[in-house]
């Protein structure tokens, strides 16, 4: 059975960093560009990264450009999402997400982790 399990949320400050990981099981993950998306309460589910699997190349939302890094180690089935410069707006539920069609669109991912809270305090 495919799992995504996401660590790594918690309480930050405002401009301080938090570094989320989320282990895969090792049928898929070499197969599949991982992505991270997250939702706040009362807002739809939004993109935030997402790396391809077989150029490795990394794409953003403009809202996290230069603040978040999203990278993946294929030898231990993790991708991780680096995230710097914290804003109150980054509260929200963070997922991870596997896929092996489009990188952007929720309804693209097949397989999702059950969550991780993130709450950056002003």
């Known amino acids: 059975q495919v799992q995504l399990v996401e660590s790594g949320g918690g309480l930050a400050q405002t401009g301080g960093s938090l570094r989320l990981s989320c282990a895969a099981s090792g049928r898929i993950f070499s197969n599949y560009s991982m992505g991270w998306f997250r939702q706040a309460p009362g807002k739809e589910r939004e993109f935030v990264a997402a790396i391809r699997w077989s150029s490795g190349s990394a794409y953003y939302a403009d809202s996290v450009k230069a603040r978040f890094t999203i990278s993946r180690d294929n030898a231990k089935n993790t991708e991780y999402l680096q995230m710097n410069s914290l804003k109150p707006e980054d509260t929200a539920v963070y997922y991870c997400?596997?896929?092996?069609?489009?990188?952007?669109?929720?309804?693209?991912?097949?397989?999702w982790g059950q969550g991780t809270q993130v709450t950056v305090s002003s």
């Open positions: 997400a596997a896929t092996r069609r489009g990188l952007v669109v929720a309804e693209s991912y097949d397989y």
